[in-house]
């Protein structure tokens, strides 16, 4: 069963990444936006093949090592409106260091159940967790409460596990072009910066260090970057050429 959904667009994947996915973003609003956004309909399909009456997924903030709800589905303003919480306590807690799928038949009687008057409110009952992985590194906990205590099957418990999967999935695939495209600036950035040297070197009679040093004391007094110097001399270089 497949879980894609084609709600993601570029940008907002893109959006994302610029935003540093891992650390300090859950005081972040247009980056709490673009997720919710990308995971919604991953969610909700979820909750909706489960039989699920709410259905969470809380992502890490390593700077503040805590979790904290990025999107849901059927989850009521109440329940959104609980404080995030350290990941080293509650169920999410346990899951993200056992790194393995929890499974509570009421959790108004767990004791690590941080939330019982909320659940009895709310009428949730069973819970089904799991780690969202990116190889070894939890970076979040899927959850999926249901309105009546029941045993969740092998091949629920599969499903389950395979929308973590693919969340992760997701995440791991951007990160991974993004650290493709930042090495494709540096090896730009490389380039920039050779060619404007030897048009110093050229032009300047300098050698390499001088020209080095005179593109960085240029970058620093007039505040922008290396490469935008360095592209800079190499236009002024090609129309005085032409």
Same mark, same amino acid.
């Given at each position: ?159 389950? /596990?395979? %929308?973590?999967?693919?969340? &992760?999935?997701?995440? +791991?695939?951007?990160? #991974?072009? $993004? @650290?493709? *495209? ?8 490389? /380039?920039? %910066?050779?060619?404007?040297? &030897?048009?110093?070197? +050229?032009?300047?009679? #300098?050698? $390499? @260090?001088? *020209? ?8 620093? /007094? ?18 005085? *050429?032409?």
């Amino acid at each position: 069963m497949s879980f894609q959904s084609n709600a993601v667009s570029r940008a907002e994947l893109e959006e994302i990444n610029r935003g540093t996915l891992f650390s300090g973003i859950s005081n972040n609003v247009i980056l709490k936006n673009c997720l919710q956004k990308a995971f919604q309909p991953i969610v909700t399909m979820a909750a909706r093949t489960l039989s699920l009456k709410t259905c969470s997924l809380l992502l890490i903030d390593s700077a503040k090592d805590e979790f904290w709800i990025c999107t849901s589905h059927a989850a009521s303003a109440f329940y959104l409106r609980k404080p995030n919480i350290k990941i080293s306590e509650g169920i999410s807690g346990r899951v993200f260091k056992e790194k393995r799928t929890l499974e509570f038949f009421d959790v108004a009687t767990e004791k690590d159940y941080r939330y019982k008057q909320l659940a009895r409110v709310e009428g949730l009952k069973s819970l089904l967790s799991t780690p969202v992985q990116i190889g070894p590194q939890v970076i979040g906990v899927l959850h999926g409460y249901s309105g009546e205590r029941r045993k969740f099957s092998a091949e629920e418990i599969s499903t389950f /596990e395979a %929308v973590a999967g693919q969340i &992760a999935m997701v995440i +791991e695939n951007e990160l #991974l072009r $993004e @650290e493709n *495209a930042a090495l494709r600036f540096r090896f730009k950035r490389a /380039e920039l %910066v050779d060619q404007a040297k &030897a048009i110093l070197m +050229e032009k300047k009679g #300098l050698n $390499e @260090e001088e *020209a080095y040093r005179l593109l960085r004391k240029t970058s620093m /007094e007039n505040q922008q970057p290396l490469a935008e110097i360095a592209r800079n001399i190499i236009d002024g270089h090609t129309l005085t *050429a032409s």
